[in-house]
């Protein structure tokens, strides 16, 4: 069993609006050790991105911690001074955002920023800072790193800012990458080079990723967990074998149909998940899922179904499948 | 670009000419006789005619309109009453000093506006912001000659410590008079530029704050401090910059009206001079060169604005204007 | 599947609730409300509309009544709560008619402004082509002179009293209006024109208006409210040069000019009338800054 590096306990993080309290992340607790993919699926709105965030402690204003424990090498987080959270934000935990081209200032080159993060993290001088990031830039695979250096970010391509954005993370060492949806704005030739190059990289440096996405394909490339997320909670967590093989969330159950595979019949309509999330502000109360799930009884609009442990490493947070009567996933697409 | 420009230096032509033939409607437009208010006391019904001749006043109106174009472009922008010199003569005489106090009260706004404007941003809905947002909602409210008649009152006639009128070159008096002579009157102007920075930087710092790519630096683990200073100050430049220019004809206009309060011989105190003296004359001469130069600079700006951003030039041709 | 219908907290009535919740809470008036300051700009406001409207009964006297022998009486006079200027005339009295002076001077330089400004705008920015480039040129023209410059022209070539200030101040606000509604004008044009051609070209006239009209309503309304608040502003200039408004009748800003000369006798004239207009600006910025949050807090000066 590899080393934990990352531990969250019990985390919520409300957002406190003039209209209710949007309860973003309501309870959620996951592990990731060294060198272990651990994917992060569900809706918009789900919360996964603002759990993501929550691991750098980078929240909007109107977002709090509210509860909830984050460790990082056994060190906890949320008492990080100024000094150690800054340390430990792009060193330690690297963050990798979904749309390259905002990720970089587009007032200063390319080079000028990536100095400035050698300068901050690893306190090398202008001349060393200039032959690590150069020697970074061509690792991640850009061609004529010496040029790229000079340049502004709108001179790069969408696919090369996200590849100098890897290198940063790479040349400070970092020991976890949180990657928040970052192929989505990208060409999918270009994704999957870019995937292709942090599973490499992983591989190299031994370093854990949480790859957050709503892609469920890419998850099965990449991960070797995977979490599923709906209205701030956990839904279900398994390994990606047992996820797809023998999914047990009703919820799971609906996205794994929604995927179209070489296999559906053309002209058959792509099933879908009927109904839209919960409002975040009435949520907490009883089972998030209820009203879009098939199977609901009166139990589910009463209380909270709990996170249990269904079969070895396959945790569940379902009534109905922690009942005496096993529920039975209908015949649909399976994903081999 | 070189057409954008040429588009630009083509449209300057009939602004020009629009400002012209305003100023020329209102000279003619002037209730009562102006060879009349010229001759003043040695007002004599022979003399009338021979003025009039003289003037060209008798001409037909588009002949008149022509020698006004000629003149203007041989820099004669006719003459003062009062002061019985050229408005030239006048205008070159008073300017300098009305530019060293704009120019001098702009810097200091400038400097003041925008280092408190960051610091409102920075620390947005605590005491302080709320403090300096109302420091400079009061100072772009603030009336400038009632503004300026409340330091005379304060400081010069209450506490003594500046005096309140006249200006000393440094060559007259010594750096320490020519600042304590300056110091009134540029405060005075600096205060409604001061808060016009400092909201605008406010509003953009917070935008630029707030945006994806300082949410990534601050992933990155860059120090606060680098932050606001560096990076997101200097993503929140260009609105500032275009106030700088909106800000030096507000700087001017606020010369007109306080600088008959500290008596500093400048344009302002020009201008009211003539207004006392119904030197109608020379306020349009002023009026005109004023709204010239203001055309002409504008004009300069958005060049040199195209000249370092290359994009806004893109932009304009696209646009259209 | 049966379809069965379960009430806990998420349902279908909540969520509903929720949004008519949020909707009432975030429409313009609460919005507005909900912002102290711009409240206050309000109540500012308000109460120098009602001393202007009301200063024929407010005033405890004749505001153009000279007492030779009660000449610069300090604040807290016997008879005179704000003392006297130097003709011994209430100031109190004054400066109640002279708010009503500014407020008239300002809402109808800005209604001036702003009616002739918007319908150049909308004609230069529908018609296009000469039209736009004769009506943008002269504009121009006009945003080259300096604002004040522009209004000391015109009072000397109109002369001074109430009706030539509103006159001058209006016409220096025209340019501004029709830029603001041309540009808006422009952008929609292009954006609806599109799907107008695909409906009778008729009305397609009607649709510009029914669009264009209520997407400019909001940017319009706040830079006429802090035109109101210039023009205040611009009427005591002028005022206090000696061109505007002139003594006896009162006007905060002459009345400025006359404290002014007795700066050192009778220092409250100058201090409360400039004051009062001071006040009164802020009140106006403080409703504009107010307005332009609710209506697109995006919106830049």
Redesign the interface.
């Known amino acids: 069993m590899d080393e934990l590096i990352l531990e969250v306990n019990n985390l919520k993080t409300y957002f406190f609006l003039a209209s209710g309290v949007a309860k973003a992340v309501d309870g959620v607790s996951f592990q990731l050790h060294k060198g272990e993919t651990l994917g992060v699926v569900g809706e918009s709105g789900s919360g996964k991105s603002v759990m993501s965030k929550c691991v750098i402690r980078l929240l909007e204003k109107v977002g709090r911690i509210v509860e909830g424990e984050i460790k990082f090498e056994g060190r906890d987080v949320l008492s990080f001074s100024e000094k150690e959270l800054m340390a430990y934000r792009g060193q330690d935990v690297s963050m990798i955002f979904q749309d390259p081209m905002t990720s970089l200032d587009p007032v200063f080159r390319v080079g000028d920023q990536m100095m400035e993060n050698l300068r901050i993290h690893r306190g090398l001088d202008k001349a060393e800072a200039r032959k690590v990031a150069i020697e970074a830039l061509r690792s991640v695979g850009i061609p004529n790193p010496e040029a790229r250096f000079e340049a502004y970010p709108f001179e790069l391509s969408g696919g090369m800012c996200q590849r100098v954005i890897i290198a940063m993370a790479l040349c400070c060492n970092a020991k976890v990458i949180v990657a928040d949806e970052p192929t989505t704005a990208l060409d999918v030739t270009v994704q999957a080079q870019v995937l292709r190059l942090l599973k490499n990289l992983q591989k190299e440096t031994g370093m854990a990723l949480m790859l957050i996405t709503h892609n469920l394909g890419v998850v099965w490339d990449m991960c070797d967990r995977v979490m599923v997320m709906y209205a701030g909670k956990i839904v279900e967590m398994a390994s990606v074998k047992d996820l797809y093989g023998s999914p047990m969330h009703p919820y799971t159950w609906g996205l794994l149909d929604s995927m179209p595979s070489l296999s559906t019949e053309r002209k058959t309509a792509l099933k879908t998940i009927a109904g839209t999330p919960p409002d975040l502000r009435l949520t907490g109360k009883c089972c998030n899922f209820y009203n879009r799930c098939p199977y609901a009884q009166t139990i589910c609009t009463e209380c909270v179904p709990e996170l249990k442990e269904l079969a070895p490493g396959h945790l569940v947070a379902c009534h109905r499948q922690n009942g005496v009567e096993r529920l039975e996933r209908e015949e649909g697409s399976d994903r081999g | 670009m070189q057409k954008v420009i040429l588009k630009r230096l083509l ?1 300057l032509i ?6 012209i033939t ?2 020329f409607a ?1 000279t003619r ?3 009562g006789d102006p060879v009349a208010a010229m001759l003043g006391e040695q007002y004599d019904a022979t003399k009338v005619d021979a003025l009039r001749e003289e003037l060209g006043l008798n001409d037909p109106i588009p002949v008149q309109f022509g020698h006004y174009l000629v003149d203007i472009l041989h820099g004669d922008f006719g003459d003062s009453y009062y002061f019985n010199t050229s408005a030239m003569n006048m205008i070159k005489a008073r300017l300098p000093n009305t530019l060293m106090l704009s120019v001098t009260s702009l810097c200091i706004a400038i400097l003041v506006g925008v280092f408190f404007g960051v610091i409102s941003a920075r620390r947005q809905s605590s005491i302080l912001d709320y403090a300096l947002t109302v420091i400079s ?2 100072g ?4 400038v ?2 503004v300026a ?2 330091m ?2 304060l400081f010069s ?1 209450n506490l003594g410590w500046l005096p309140s009128f006249g200006m000393v070159t440094i060559a007259q008096g010594g750096f320490v008079e020519f600042l304590r002579h300056i110091a009134l009157p540029c405060a005075c102007l600096a205060v409604i530029p001061m808060g016009t920075f400092m ?2 930087t406010r ?1 953009s710092m917070i935008d630029s704050l707030g ?3 300082v ?10 401090k ?1 932050i606001v200073w560096k ?1 997101a100050l ?2 929140a430049l260009p ?1 500032i910059l275009t106030v700088v220019g909106m800000q030096f ?2 700087c ?2 606020g010369a ?2 306080t600088e008959n ?1 500290f008596s500093w011989p400048g344009m302002g105190t020009m ?2 001079s003539a ?2 003296n119904r030197d ?1 004359s020379l ?2 001469a ?2 005109l060169v ?3 130069a ?2 002409i600079i ?1 004009l300069i700006t958005d060049i040199l604005y195209m000249v370092i951003n290359p994009k806004v030039a893109i932009d304009a041709e696209n646009g259209g ?1 | 599947m049966e379809e069965k219908v379960l009430n806990g907290s998420i349902s279908k009535e909540a969520q509903a609730a929720m949004i008519r919740k949020e909707r009432t809470a975030n429409n313009a008036w609460h919005k507005f409300c909900r912002n102290k300051s711009a409240v206050v700009g309000l109540i500012i406001i308000s109460l120098m509309i009602l001393m202007g409207v009301l200063a024929p009964v407010l005033s405890p006297h004749d505001p153009n009544q000279i007492n030779v022998l009660q000449t610069y009486l300090p604040p807290f006079s016997e008879g005179h709560i704000l003392g006297t200027d130097d003709l011994g005339r209430d100031l109190l009295s004054r400066l109640l008619y002279g708010a009503r002076m500014s407020i008239v001077v300002a809402i109808g330089a800005t209604v001036l402004g702003g009616v002739v400004g918007i319908l150049l705008g909308l004609i230069s920015g529908y018609a296009g082509g000469v039209v736009d480039a004769v009506i943008m040129r002269i504009m121009d023209g006009m945003f080259a002179f300096p604002f004040i410059l522009l209004s000391i022209l015109l009072v000397t070539i109109l002369g001074s009293g109430v009706f030539n200030v509103i006159l001058a101040i209006g016409i220096g606000n025209v340019p501004r209006f029709a830029r603001v509604v041309r540009s808006k004008v422009m952008v929609t044009k292009n954006e609806e024109f599109c799907n107008a051609e695909r409906i009778l070209g008729a009305s397609s006239l009607r649709i510009m208006f029914s669009h264009i009209l209520p997407n400019t309503v909001s940017e319009v309304v706040v830079y006429a409210t802090l035109c109101v608040g210039s023009a205040i502003i611009s009427e005591a200039s002028l005022s206090f040069l000696g061109l505007g408004i002139l003594i006896p009748t009162p006007s905060w800003g002459n009345i400025l000019r006359g404290g002014r000369g007795c700066l050192t006798t009778a220092p409250h004239i100058a201090t409360i009338s400039g004051l009062l207009i001071f006040i009164a600006v802020i009140g106006f910025n403080l409703v504009g800054d107010g307005i332009r949050d609710v209506m697109d807090p995006k919106m830049k000066k």
């Open positions: 449209q009939p602004t020009l000419l629009v400002v305003f100023t209102a437009l002037i209730p909602l009061f772009v409210s603030a009336p000659f009632w008649i409340m005379v009152l006639v909201r605008i509003s945006s994806d790519s949410r990534a630096l601050r992933a990155r683990g860059v120090s606060e680098s990076h200097k993503n609105p004809a507000g001017f206009a007109v009206l309060i201008i009211s207004i006392d109608y306020i349009q002023t009026v004023v709204a010239l203001f055309v504008n204007m």
